[in-house]
């Protein structure tokens, strides 16, 4: 008996029970260890007892709690007590979306529409992580007081898939996807057919299959057609009514392709309710030139008409009826079959121009025939221009400092935070600098503004341990444990991160955990494609991945289609494996070579002389082309250009400037800057 007061895990004491599942209850708890409150959900003792249940429950919530987004109840931590198997979570205080549809019969358009980007955006966090929900209906959709909408019971969901059907399953039943009533593979799509479901309801006040047992409405999904939202009401518009369709097509193939789809089509559908944006591409309907055409709403019923089987089996048979005979229209079947050969016909020529391609049979390039020379480098593709490496700045406003740190960490930006005195509850994000929808370079700086109320939790990254609990204990905290993450650059033993994370307000005497490096996981690293990107950057994306920068060999050279500071080509090539500790270096642009104007004095010259003591060339080494650059005044020509060799140097230039002012010089070899640059002082000389 689970009672107020009772201690789980020598860690969480239990205060009040605040809710009841069909696989689980769920009490509030106060961490003694982080001083705060959480949600505890135990598992009941039917499924506790089942240890295969038990051991999928743990490894999937596992995997759930390294998700990290404002549209997911946060998971914190997953253990067992005496047989007792509980999941700690972020405590969300507010309402189920069921409780809230029950409450308001119906939710407004632009309400429900919020809520349903909301929930699809916490879908879309998952699926990214490769974790499907399977279990996503109303009751499981929390709405906190500050009206953000939270998605829970990713662990719990996805390890139940393996259970049969039963009677205390009914409510999961009116939100499952046709697939996984008949017992078969389940994914993405699954949860995005739920989510239609569930956004039926919010705008129809109601389910749109039900019945007296679980069998029937399984059946409903499987065999059965909803009523569109816009003829049940005329005040839903056209595009919602169009997208809770597309969400609930029977055929997985003729849904959302991702969460991200989806969630574009909601954002439209609040500027452009009445738009006929979109589409229900059938299978096979894409025409020779890739174009789709938008199925109308009426072409949408007879399909459905013509689709429809007649099962009559309970859903025990169907599940294990892996067969699909749906029966089509001759003529979209005569269409289908017409189609297939075409794309068939398509992929036997694109295979044909590939191999060609590979096997040089399309090669009609005139290059000289002495051109065999192999490269080392990547170059910078056209692509590289312009946004290349530019990511847009995300919203932390009123997220939480832990939430707004992973956005920003996520999108590979750099961030210092500040505090400031506020009403917000504490470590809320208040502003921040630049704000949301700016294009920053890759780990450029973000300014974070956030509540603070308390003591500040230290900067102990990259400390030792030993220092680390120093500077805690200094800042009135302390240390109650440790663990450990692998990490590519910080060394082994010393901190990645805290929980609660560095710069969060706590009260003084609070408790920290340090998380300490375990030192890289692999020994081996994919190597990032630098070209095109600021040096800087470069450098760091380098550095992040346990590589080094040979600076020895680090050039520089014109070039008239990569902007100057960018990457123009790199020692390894992008994509390949090589061991942690290995160096790389690059070329840096210097952009496009200045074309040198002409003199305006022809009976007076400026001349100057520079001599190069450092030899570019090494003994026995190939003559090369030596090319000398001026720039002075803000102007740039070539000043000197030949072929030269090791014996030419050292070596006195004498160069031709355009005043008397002083001027640089640059030595290239064969258009890769050497080496450092020379300061020339000129002359004036009369003809």
Known sequence: MINPGMMIGERYEITEKVGSGGMADVYKAKDHRLNRFVAIKILKQ????????VSKFKAEAQSVAGISH????????????????????????????????????????????????????????????????????????????????KVTDFGIAKAATSNTITSNAMGSVHYISPEQARGGYSDEKSDIYSL??????????????????????????????AIMLDDLDENIPHSVAMIVAKCMQKKTDMRYENAADLIHDLKRALDEPDGNYVVITLPGTKNVSGATRTITKDEMKELKKAERPEVKAPVEEVADDDTDDDVLDPKLERIIKICSAIVAIIILVVIILLIGSVRGWWDFSSGSEDDTSETT?????AETEGESGKVEVPDLVGHTLQDAEKMLEDLNLNYQLKDEESDEEANTVIRQDPEAGEMLDEYEIVTVYYSAE????????????TEARTAIKEAGLTVSSTKTKNHDSIAEGNV???????????????????????????????????????????????????LVV??????????????????????QVAGSEVEKGSSIYYTVSLGPEATPEPTDSPDVYYEGSFTVDTNPFVEGEDPAEIKVVLEQDGQTKTVYKGTLGFS????????????????????????VVMGATYSVEFKAIEE
């Open 377 to 381: 480098t990547t170059s910078a593709p």
């Open 550 to 571: 040979d600076t020895t060999k680090v050039v520089k050279a014109y070039s008239s289609t990569v902007e100057a500071g960018k990457i123009i080509d790199q020692s």
């Open 648 to 671: 030419d140097f050292p070596k006195t230039f004498t160069v031709e400037g355009w005043s008397e002012n002083n001027g640089t010089v640059t030595v290239c070899k064969n258009d």
């Open 454 to 465: 308390g003591v500040t939790v230290p900067d102990v990254k990259g400390m030792t341990e």
């Open 70 to 149: 404002p549209n997911i109840v946060n998971v914190y931590d997953v253990g067992e007590d005496n047989g007792l198997y509980f999941i700690v979570m972020e405590l969300v205080e507010g309402i189920t979306l069921k409780k809230f549809i029950e409450k308001k019969g119906k939710l407004d358009v632009g309400e429900a529409v919020g809520i349903s980007i909301q929930i699809a955006q916490g879908m879309k966090a998952a699926h990214d992580n490769h974790i499907i929900h399977r279990d996503i209906k109303p009751q499981n959709i929390i709405i906190s007081k500050e009206g953000k909408v």
């Open 196 to 225: 239609g479901v569930s956004m039926y309801e919010m705008f129809s006040g109601g389910v749109p299959y039900e019945g007296d047992s679980t069998v029937t409405v399984a059946l409903s999904h499987i065999q059965d057609e």
């Open 46 to 53: 039917e499924f506790s007892s089942d240890g295969k249940f």
């Open 496 to 546: 990645v991160e805290t929980d609660p994370v560095i710069g969060s307000s706590v009260e003084e005497g609070s408790s920290i955990i340090l998380v300490l490096s375990a030192g890289p996981k692999d020994t081996t690293v994919v190597v990032p494609n630098l070209v095109g990107k600021k040096e800087d950057v470069a450098k760091q994306k380098v550095a992040d991945l346990g």
